[in-house]
Every structure is written in structure tokens, then in C-alpha cells.
């Protein structure tokens, strides 16, 4: 078969198979292949991480005495603030009864491991485990996206650093914005009018707004953009967490 | 020397579907076609279809994507080879920037200058592992 005639018949194939798949024949092939995929996804990822963590810990060897008391000073802090917080929750919990208010609605979650992050993370829980595209995923209180494909067993997650994502957000302070991604890495808080308030140290959380439920932590202000000739002001916010070496996340079922 | 040229294709698609936003596979496949010449266009094909399956995306997008690159290759063969370093440059400039835009979204110049780095660096492997005799001459015949 000649050069140019070869490049068209695998054209033609791909084409087929991109048609295919868009009407969801290939299911047959693809999931019995994601018992394969998750595994060997799975232990690339972790070794990347454990890669990351060992140039940081080499990174930050000098600091090690400091590092291992400032620990000591944080869980001391942590045991304080649990008990602390376990008190208010007792009270809070009497007092909504006492007033008849009821208590504030719990997610369902379903657990998931990561596998792999690029411009997407993928997680090892698909439509399987229930996940469907539109549900929301976190880790904690902290928002981590939004499902927007899945496959059998395999889901794959817009991050607030994805430059198509919109989240409707405002600061601790009230004040509102959107929240967007830029270059895969960083994330914005855009939108914001000249006359509200922000500052460094802010924290950005989801309004409720659209399909995010309200108060998960987006990230805290960094660096404020205020431009004199535009009427909208952006901030650059940074996550609680570090995305690219997330071993597990929770998706909202309902 | 065809195995040792796969397992380096299967790794970039092993790595740009699970750690780095970074056209690697794409690298590869255009230095393959480029260098070794014609036959490599099979693997751009199921490159791109491992690609789509392991990244979740539409199977055949990425093999679409990769042999119509692989024609444009062919196309203007005369003017896209080795010796001719500037035109390399800006096929591979350009071809990177529309797949980031494609894929990922963003391009930062960033990542052009890193893909024509890793292009360099994927050319000087090709010709370690193929035999000089193997390389595409194709385009120095009269």
C-alpha cells in the first residue's frame, strides 16, 4: 500500500472508530481494559508523587529542626482547636434543637483514589460506583471540581485551575467574583468590582450559585490585579491543597 | 530497533496521560515520521488511539489529530526534514501550539520552546537507536 493511501485508510479508521465512540459502541473494548489502566495509572502516579516529595524533602533538609517543632506546635494547636471545636458543636447541636431549626444537610460521598493528574485528574471510581459528569468533588471542605466525563470505572475532573471552569465565588468578606483557571496552573478570582473589598489573606469560597453547593473553599488571595482603566479588578488565589500529588477525593452524590 | 522506538512511544503516552499537561507524545510522533519515515504513520495512528483511551478523551480524536499531521509531513516532505532546521522549528512550533490549544487549553511560550527542546533531545535518541542506512533519505534523492 502507498504512503499518502496508507495515511488516508487510518484516517478513514480513525474517523470510524471518533464516530463510533461518540455513539458509545466501543463500551464492549473499553471497559474491561480499566482493570488494566487503573492499576498500572495508579503506581505511575504514585511513584511521580513519591519523586516530587523526595526533591522536597532534600529541598528542605536544612530546615528540618524547625520544620519538626513547628509540627509539634501544630499539633498541639489541632488537639486544642478539636476539643474546642467539639464543644461548639455540642452547644450548636442544643441550640438549633432548643430553637427548632434543623441541622445543616450532609453530602453523601463516595471515596475515590486518584490516578493520574494532567490537565484533568482521573480517579478510580466511575459510573460503576454512581458517579455521573456534573457532580461536584472535594476533599474535606475544599473544593477539588467537577466530574465531567466518566467511564465505567474511570471518572475525569475539572480543576479550578482549568481555564474553562467558572465558579461563582465571593471572599470571607462578601465580596463577589468568578472563579476561573489560567495556564492549567493557577487560579482566579476575576470580576471582582473596584468598589468591594479584597485583600491579601481573603478566603474565596463557593456561593452556591450553579451547580457548586455553597462554602467549599476555593483558595485564599495571594496577589490582588487592579487595573485603572477596568471596572473589574482579579485576584490570584492558591489552594489549600496541591492537586497534582492528591491521593484521594470525595464525590458528591447527593 | 522498532521495539526499543515503541516502548518510547508507549512511555510519552504512558507519561502525558498521567502526570504532565505536555505534548510529549506528539514530539515523538513527529520525529518518528519525520525521521524514520512512512511506516511510523501506523504508530502515529495507534499512539494516538492509546493516547485517547488512557486520557479519557474521544477515541480516535488524538489519532485524527496525529495523522493529519503525518500528512502535512508527507505533503511538503521537500521543505519538512533535518536538513532543513528553520522549517522543522516552525512545523514543530506550530503543531504543538494548536495540539496545547486543543488539549490542554493554554500555551505559554513555555512549552513551544520545551517541545522544541524535547524534540532535539527525542531526534538525538532516534538516531542513536535507528542505523544511519534506516533514517528517512527520502528527501535527498534527485
Known sequence: MGKKNLIYSLLVAAVVIFIADYFSLLGFIKNPLDAIVIPLKRTIYSASILVKNFGDVIGKYPQLADLISKEQNLNQNNEELTFRLKILEEENTKLRQQLGVSTPRAYKLIASPVISVTRFMEIGAGESEGIKAGMIVVDGSTLVGKVVQTSLRRSKIMLPTDSEINIAAKSNRGTRGLVTGQFGTNIIFDKVLQKDLLLLGDVVVTTGESEFPPNLVIGTVVSINSPDVSPYKSAKIEAPIDYKTASTVFVISS | ?142
Open chain 2, 1 to 142: 530497533m522498532r521495539g526499543k522506538l515503541i516502548v518510547i512511544l508507549l512511555a510519552g503516552v504512558l507519561l502525558e496521560s498521567t502526570i504532565i499537561s505536555f505534548p510529549i507524545t506528539l514530539i515523538i510522533v513527529s520525529v518518528y515520521v519525520l525521521s524514520v519515515g512512512a511506516d511510523t504513520v501506523k504508530w502515529a495512528f495507534f499512539g494516538g488511539l492509546l493516547l485517547d483511551f488512557l486520557a479519557i478523551r474521544a477515541l480516535g480524536e488524538t489519532s485524527i489529530f496525529f495523522l493529519s499531521m503525518s500528512w502535512v509531513i508527507s505533503r511538503y516532505k521537500k521543505k519538512l526534514h533535518f536538513g532543513n532546521i528553520i522549517y522543522f522549528i516552525i512545523f514543530l512550533s506550530c503543531v504543538s501550539t494548536f495540539y496545547g490549544f486543543l488539549f490542554f487549553r493554554f500555551v505559554t511560550g513555555l512549552n513551544v520552546v520545551g517541545s522544541l527542546a524535547i524534540g532535539a533531545f527525542i531526534l538525538g535518541i532516534v538516531k542513536l537507536i535507528v542505523k544511519g542506512d534506516e533514517l528517512d533519505k527520502s528527501k535527498i534523492k534527485i
